[in-house]
């Protein structure tokens, strides 16, 4: 396994496994108005290039051995978090893993990646949102020691649903 943390040279390749994995993962439980409008916006060169940039966030791809995307995480700290209720904190927006790759431990290793940078960042707690609905999601975090600590509004295009806030002292 190879793990590349991405570069602004690297935005189409992150805008390719990012709708992806985002389709896969919600496109049979979204209209396909709101998902395509949602897929613009959030995953246009242009926004992506700026995330990327930002020098809060970084992205990292995960690789198998033939060089095959497996997944994705995006950390954010300081003022790139997408909620300003968690004080010197590392934020996992997103991670996520193509359909084939999962429930093969690289969610734990990604986890592991993400605990790393925020000892390095000398963060105190890890957060993250996960949508209400997403069982397995929220049992994996909740292994991995997160627990509920509020809730947000994620949304999707013209959709408005509720994303439950988690978060892991380190």
Same mark, same amino acid.
């Given at each position: 396994?190879?793990i590349?943390q991405?570069?602004?040279s690297?935005?189409?390749?992150?805008?390719?496994?990012?709708?992806?994995?985002f389709?896969?993962?919600y /496109?049979?439980?979204?209209?396909?108005?709101?998902?395509?409008?949602?897929?613009?916006?959030?995953?246009?060169?242009?926004?992506?290039?700026?995330?990327?940039?930002?020098?809060?966030?970084?992205?990292?791809?995960?690789?198998?051995?033939?060089?095959?995307?497996m997944?994705?995480?995006?950390?954010?700290?300081?003022s790139a978090?997408?909620?300003?209720?968690f004080? +010197?904190?590392?934020?996992?927006?997103?991670?996520?893993?193509?359909k084939?790759?999962?429930?093969?431990?690289? /969610?734990?290793?990604?986890?592991?990646?993400?605990?790393?940078?925020?000892?390095?960042?000398?963060?105190k707690?890890?957060?993250?949102g996960?949508?209400?609905? +997403?069982?397995?999601?929220?049992?994996?975090?909740?292994?991995?020691?997160?627990?509920a600590? /509020?809730?947000?509004t994620?949304n999707?295009?013209?959709?408005?649903?509720?994303?439950?806030?988690?978060?892991?002292?380190?």
């Amino acid at each position: 396994m190879k793990i590349k943390q991405l570069t602004i040279s690297d935005v189409q390749e992150l805008q390719e496994i990012s709708i992806e994995t985002f389709t896969n993962t919600y /496109g049979s439980q979204s209209a396909m108005n709101d998902l395509n409008q949602y897929l613009k916006e959030s995953y246009s060169i242009k926004k992506l290039k700026k995330e990327i940039e930002n020098t809060n966030s970084s992205f990292y791809i995960f690789y198998d051995d033939n060089n095959e995307k497996m997944a994705y995480l995006k950390l954010n700290i300081d003022s790139a978090q997408s909620e300003d209720d968690f004080e +010197n904190a590392l934020e996992i927006e997103r991670i996520y893993i193509q359909k084939q790759h999962q429930k093969k431990g690289l /969610g734990r290793q990604m986890f592991s990646l993400a605990v790393k940078k925020a000892y390095e960042l000398n963060k105190k707690q890890i957060w993250l949102g996960v949508w209400e609905y +997403n069982e397995n999601a929220k049992l994996f975090y909740k292994h991995l020691g997160f627990h509920a600590v /509020g809730e947000h509004t994620f949304n999707l295009g013209n959709d408005a649903q509720t994303d439950l806030l988690m978060s892991k002292k380190i």
